[in-house]
């Protein structure tokens, strides 16, 4: 008994997602989760299958995995959701074979299933597509699938039972207008250059960046789309410059800043350019809540307020002038330092 009191306890505790219905409209979200105590358990070929599983996730999902980066004990994913549309029973299927391209014998012969009640629009045929349209179109389904299926993946390769995944997945609700969003994404394929694992995120395969730079359409168009849908030497060019700054090329020791440094800058009272303050590692773009104009903070609130009923004492705060953050805002109040 108590131990159930405690857990209603917990839940009431915990704070409802900030979300925008894909009803209403598109929304972008940058999702990190971490391993369980934070522990190195990711090699090269649990990496390799987990960026394959996010983009079959995302397919089915129906959603655009704008970029990405893949880490030993964690993962970033910058994520678009567009609005919800209608769905025909063939897009369904498509989307259902494609989460299982290579079926079981009991799961070839339920597809068959499904696929008779579905010419017939037998009567199982709604509760099917009830239950495929309910893990679709939502950030929080996209999340819980793909951790999930790669737990099943990681467990069994590995020998291991339990919990992989340390702790519910953080999100923070970006905005969707092309400086936001393309500023967040150069945060997520620099963690690589951060952890100072290399140079150049192009040479580290386990990113969206890397992925593009070698030709993966969907992986150029995800960061297409931040970069106004130009062609894609345009928007390499326009992206090496977020990454690096002046000029398209990695500079010899451009590399993660240490926090001593970046603190005696901030405490000199002095600014640094964008593409430098990226190579350290913000909270405001992983704890911030949402992220963007301060009128779409204050819009989001007013929205999650009303939603919820909750009346936290709030509101859309600034970012320090570190940069040129052209008025940019967050919602949440940090409780650790905001940087390294």
Known sequence: MAGSRS?????????????????????????????????????????????????????????QIVTYTIMSNHFHVL????????????????????????????????????????????PSANEWRRRQLALMGDVSQFMKLAKQRFSIWFNKSHGRFGTLWAERFKSVLVDTAEQVARTVAAYVDLNCVRAGLVADPKDYRFCGYAEAVAGAAKARDGIRSVIGGCPWDDTHAHYRELLFGVGAGAREGFAA???????????????????????????????????????FVQLHLAKYRQTTGHRPKTSARALPAWTDWDGWATLRALRRRAFG
């Open 7 to 63: 857990g209603r306890m917990l839940a009431r505790m915990r704070q409802a997602r900030i979300k925008i219905p894909a009803s209403e409209s598109a929304a972008s979200y940058h999702c990190i989760s971490r391993t369980v105590n934070g522990e190195w358990l990711f090699d090269d070929t649990a990496k390799d299958v987990l960026r394959r599983q996010l983009w079959q996730v995302a397919e089915y999902c129906g959603v």
């Open 79 to 122: 994520l678009h959701v567009p609005t919800s549309t209608p769905l025909s029973d063939e897009e369904l299927l498509r989307r259902y074979r494609i989460l299982y391209p290579k079926p079981t014998r009991y799961q070839s012969a339920r597809l068959s299933v499904v696929e008779a009640e579905l010419a017939a629009n037998g």
């Open 257 to 295: 800043i240490p926090d001593v440094e970046f603190q005696r800058v901030i405490d000199a009272g002095g600014r640094l350019p964008l593409s430098t303050v990226l190579r350290c590692r913000l909270r405001y773009l992983t704890d911030g809540a949402i992220l963007g104009t301060q009128a």
